[in-house]
């Protein structure tokens, strides 16, 4: 939910009692997609804003905390990455930052409604330099039926870089497209979804996908969280799940003398991440 006060935009969590806001100092986009409806502000200090029916997605400021989050751990974990998919990302930092990765061969991005990639290469730019990348492919169109259409064995990591677990993005939450993400990995293969915020959500959705990934076959989940500003509680997470892979390390001297800046990520912050606070790791794992 959602309501513009004079000058700000604020976006209320009615559930959890929250809000969080922006001053802004323009709109300049609103349209509705045949999905959702999609807008754009210019803010007084987080440059661009996204909005998707009501709620914040990504700001110029500090989207890249997300982006790479979503990907570097799992591409750093990953031995050696050549084929990766992005379900969802339609802003198009999530592929910027996989392509950042000379070994990755081939990246796809599917993502239902291509009315945000186009408003994303009009007013975040800076988020879409890959997409004329020769490695990059995009599919507009449903992620869950593109996946069950792969060839078993096909990709390297699945990025799930999905809205809220309501709506269409509902069934990218659930044990039977994880069953699919598992047959589309090869041995070694590391899926990623975005995970939300710990504080809130790690009794209910965290602990859910933690099992339904274990569920669907995977034999090591991890969760990392990171920080968030934007989102509720301004603390969010992306879980790991691995076909045959340790998620507890990483190819440590590689993150570390990687040959791309970063603004967020490197190795330090990825051992970091791996640290569970307590109150997660005893609601993770208990019976």
Known sequence: MSEIMPGWFTEIFQDE???????????????????????????????????????????????????EMMTHPALFTHRNPKKVVIIGGGDCGTLKEVLKHEGVEEAWQVEIDERVTRVSEQYFPELCTANDDPRAHFFFGDGIQWMQDAVPGSFDVIIVDSTDPVGPAEG?????????????????????????????????LIRKIHQDMLAAGFDAVKTLPFPQVVYPTGWWSCTLAGKGVDLDTFREDDA??????????????????????EFMKRELTRD
Do not use: W
């Open 172 to 204: 990218l939450f659930a044990e039977d497209f994880y069953r699919t993400c598992m047959t589309a990995l090869a041995d070694g293969g590391i899926l990623v979804q975005q995970s939300e915020s710990p504080l809130l959500h790690t009794r209910t």
């Open 256 to 277: 570390e003398n990687r040959p791309f800046a970063t603004e967020y990520y490197n190795a330090g912050i990825h051992r970091g991440a791996l640290a569970l606070p």
């Open 17 to 67: 009692g929250t809000g969080f806001s922006l001053k802004i100092k323009a709109k300049l986009h609103e349209e509705q997609t045949p999905y959702q409806k999609l807008e754009i502000y210019d803010t007084e200090t987080f440059g661009k804003l996204m909005v998707l029916d009501g709620c914040v997605m990504l700001t110029t400021r500090d989207n890249f905390l997300y982006h």
